[in-house]
């Protein structure tokens, strides 16, 4: 088990710009999770996945926000056209299948920082 | 919907001694209940969770939580509290009946002073 890995750990760039972060969850998870932190706040749900499957994307914060899961395994969370607003902690996080007594497990998270 | 509230934004203790830490969950069934830890700068790590049977159940590090359904709150406590033990700490719940996401209160800051 060596735990859900993310990248890159911080992301600095500029208003306007794209943005794309990577998560690789642990291996035999299929479930998949992305939340964004804010500072003084608790993890906000965005999108979640059952191997390739998107379960639900209505808490993606707009249409600049896409994630995908292309062979179940890692994933990718994009953010288009970057504003001050977007600067946040991006978490991933991972569980096997199964009813809510699954826990989830985290990455150390990607911090974006937008000049 | 469901929603959790942790009341205290920051309690700061004095090593060595006991620790409480407050969540209140709003649910219709039985929930599914977790607390996670947070250090500065990194992810979360799971502490204890809570699905069914005895309400008193421990976790890692040595902390412990009380699910109480009458009072709608799971607790988190350690009898007694080591400096390492300062850090963001989370209570979470399961949105729905099956594997879904989280919902998090906003965390308490624990400080430890000497």
């Known amino acids: 088990d060596t735990g859900v890995s993310q990248n890159p750990r911080h992301k600095i760039t500029k208003r306007g710009q794209n943005v794309t972060f990577r998560c690789d969850p642990i291996?035999?998870?299929?479930?998949l999770y992305w939340y964004r932190q804010t500072l003084g706040q608790g993890p906000e749900f965005l999108t979640y996945?059952?191997?390739?499957?998107?379960?639900?994307k209505s808490r993606l914060l707009s249409d600049r926000f896409s994630a995908e899961r292309p062979k179940g395994s890692f994933s990718t969370l994009e953010i288009q056209r970057t504003e001050q607003g977007d600067s946040a902690m991006y978490l991933c996080?991972?569980?096997?299948?199964?009813?809510?007594?699954?826990?989830?497990?985290f990455g150390d998270g990607t911090r974006l920082s937008i000049l | 919907a469901q929603s959790v509230t942790q009341p205290d934004i920051h309690i700061t203790v004095s090593e060595g001694a006991s620790l409480e830490l407050r969540c209140n969950y709003s649910?219709?069934?039985?929930?599914?209940l977790f607390w996670y830890v947070q250090s500065p700068g990194q992810g979360l790590q799971l502490l204890l969770k809570y699905f069914s049977g005895d309400t008193l159940v421990q976790g890692i590090k040595g902390f412990e939580a009380e699910f109480k359904r009458s009072q709608s709150s799971f607790n988190l406590r350690k009898p007694s509290v080591h400096w390492s033990d300062a850090a963001e700490y989370f209570c979470a719940v399961v949105r729905g009946s099956g594997n879904t996401p989280l919902v998090f209160g906003k965390g308490t800051r624990l400080s430890v002073i000497a």
């Open positions: 996080a991972s569980s096997l299948t199964g009813g809510g007594n699954q826990p989830q497990h």
């Open positions: 291996s035999e998870h299929n479930r």
């Open positions: 996945f059952q191997n390739e499957a998107q379960l639900e």
């Open positions: 649910y219709g069934a039985t929930p599914y």
